[in-house]
Structures are given as structure tokens and as C-alpha cells.
């Protein structure tokens, strides 16, 4: 399997800037999401990278390197709303399935 | 278009009763997935449909666990003989095809507590 890892907890005052980290081991990359989760709802959908590079939506941005085995989402003029669980999770070479992070909780303080 | 949904929202249940679980996926979806997940736990991945054939049952925790997707849409996952170490979440996810960078897209989860 895969050893994916993030950071259990943040926090961060609204308008900041807030980057969370995702580390993963894996024997055949295919693919890195990013997904939020308010409790007790849904994960959704927020990002996706299978090559080098940033790839910006709004204001929220999501880089990978898979020669480090890293990747970065970044939350940018943070709002109360975004408080929230993100889970990073990794597709490995022809699987479907995802693998997943324990989840970063968020919270952003007035 | 409608979300995945799920049902039922909460099940709670007695030690060795049995449950079933409903998912209904996005319409056109040929991808299933159930996921099951623990307090301050990401997703853990269970069972895998591709049409209606089960592609990748290996998550699933032992022979008690056991899903079917009988038309190629709704999926029931099903729990013999409960015990107290099921009580989670139960996600269920769809997709379009189910590989390259398809995204899978939730449902709300089925929250089940064996007491």
C-alpha cells in the first residue's frame, strides 16, 4: 500500500495564506487529489495532479513533484468556511482505488 | 445533475444483526466504490464495481462483508453478524470510467453504529 502523510492539524486567521504538506510512497504513481470534508459531510472534490507543476483554481492551488514524493495544497485568503478536513490521496500505477491521508484539519479564526 | 446518495443516513444496530447499505450513484457512472471511514481517518478503500462485476473486492475486512451491484447502478453493500469494530462510515463514491485522472465524487455516507 501506500504510506501518505500530512499534518493532523492547522490553524490559520481569516485572509491568510495556509499550505498543507502530503508526502506519499508509492511503486507506481498515477495521480495525487486533493479533496475537503466539513464534518459529518461528504468529501469534495478540489484538485488533481498527475504531472510536475502548480495547477491554480481560484483560490485554491495544489503542486506536485513525484521525484520527491510531495505535494503541497494551498489555501489563499482564508474564509470561515474553509474550515474544514483535507484529505490528500494518491492513485497508484493502474489502481482505481484511492489511497488516503488521515486528513489536515483546518481552522480559520477570525 | 442529482449527487451519489445514500441510504440510510444513520443505522444503528445490536451486535450480530445484519445491515444493508444503498448507494445510487451518479447517473452514466460505470465506477463504484465503497469506502469506509473511521473517526479522524481518511477513506479506507473496500470494494471496487466496474459495470456490474465486483473488479476489486480486496478491501473488503473479512467474509462477513459482502457487495453487489446487480444492474450496473445501485450498489448494496451488506454486513452479516455486525460487530462493534464495524461502526464507521460508510462512504460510497462513483465515477465516469474508473482509471486515468477520473474523479470520484462522494455521497454523504451511511454513519453505522453496532452496539
Known amino acids: 500500500g501506500q504510506n501518505i502523510d500530512q499534518p493532523t492539524e492547522m490553524t490559520a486567521t481569516e485572509g491568510a495564506i495556509v499550505q498543507i504538506n502530503c508526502t506519499y510512497q508509492?511503486?507506481?504513481?498515477?495521480?495525487l487529489f486533493w479533496y475537503q470534508q466539513h464534518a459529518g459531510e461528504a468529501p469534495t472534490f478540489l484538485s488533481y495532479n498527475v504531472l510536475d507543476g502548480l495547477e491554480e483554481k481560484g483560490r485554491f492551488s495544489s503542486f506536485l513533484s513525484r521525484s520527491k514524493g510531495y505535494s503541497y495544497l494551498l489555501l489563499k485568503e482564508l474564509q470561515m468556511k474553509d474550515s474544514a478536513s483535507y484529505l490528500c490521496a494518491v492513485r497508484d500505477g493502474d489502481d482505481y482505488k484511492l489511497s488516503f491521508g488521515a486528513g489536515t484539519t483546518v481552522t480559520v479564526r477570525a | 445533475g442529482a449527487g451519489v446518495s445514500q441510504t440510510p443516513s444513520n443505522k444503528v444496530t445490536e451486535k450480530g444483526k445484519y445491515v444493508e447499505l444503498r448507494c445510487d450513484p451518479i447517473s452514466g457512472h460505470t465506477a463504484l466504490y465503497w469506502y469506509r471511514q473511521s473517526l479522524g481517518q481518511g477513506p479506507e478503500f473496500l470494494i471496487y464495481?466496474?459495470?456490474?462485476?465486483?473488479?476489486?473486492d480486496s478491501g473488503l475486512p473479512n467474509d462477513r462483508f459482502f457487495a453487489v451491484r446487480p444492474e450496473g447502478s445501485v450498489s448494496t453493500l451488506k454486513i452479516q453478524r455486525t460487530e462493534r469494530g464495524d461502526s464507521a462510515v460508510y462512504l460510497c463514491?462513483?465515477?465516469?470510467?474508473?482509471?486515468?485522472?477520473?474523479?470520484?465524487?462522494f455521497g454523504p455516507g451511511t454513519r453505522l453504529t453496532v452496539l
Open positions: 463514491a462513483s465515477s465516469l470510467i474508473g482509471r486515468g485522472g477520473d474523479t470520484q465524487y
Open positions: 464495481f466496474q459495470g456490474t462485476g465486483a473488479a476489486d
Open positions: 508509492t511503486s507506481g504513481f498515477n495521480g
